[in-house]
Nanobody
Framework: QVQLVESGGGSVQAGGSLRLSCAASGYSYSSACMGWFRQAPGKEREGVAAMSSGGILNYADSVKGRFTISKDNANNILYLQMNSLKSEDTAMYYC????????????????????WGQGTQVTVSP
């Protein structure tokens, strides 16, 4: 059974940094597309950063140059390093995955992801 558990959220002031983690179990990262998504109150869920099974990275324009997605294959952990945080980054952040038998590359297409974590809240104060 695939499980994704996020952690690392919290409250920070604008300009600060946070690192989110997503611990996965039930599958191997090497055969999965992984992504980070977020949803602010009253808004639709949107893609933030994604990694294909081959390591290709995609970022939303709003976070390019500030956020970095990475993974620790040995420990099955996905990370999102968030720097220079802005108040508009405030949202619930979700880790997501879709498995593949071979190569997987779905980018920030939210509907392509099958497994979701419970989310971790990030609040950025001005």
């Amino acid at each position: 059974q695939v499980q994704l558990v996020e952690s690392g959220g919290g409250s920070v002031q604008a300009g600060g940094s946070l690192r989110l983690s997503c611990a996965a179990s039930g599958y191997s990262y090497s055969s999965a597309c992984m992504g980070w998504f977020r949803q602010a109150p009253g808004k639709e869920r949107e893609g933030v950063a994604a990694m294909s099974s081959g390591g290709i990275l995609n970022y939303a324009d709003s976070v390019k140059g500030r956020f970095t997605i990475s993974k620790d294959n040995a420990n099955n952990i996905l990370y999102l390093q968030m720097n220079s945080l802005k108040s508009e980054d405030t949202a619930m952040y979700y880790c997501a995955a879709v498995l593949a038998n071979a190569y997987c590359s779905v980018g920030l297409n939210l509907r392509s992801y099958k497994y979701w974590g419970q989310g971790t809240q990030v609040t950025v104060s001005p």
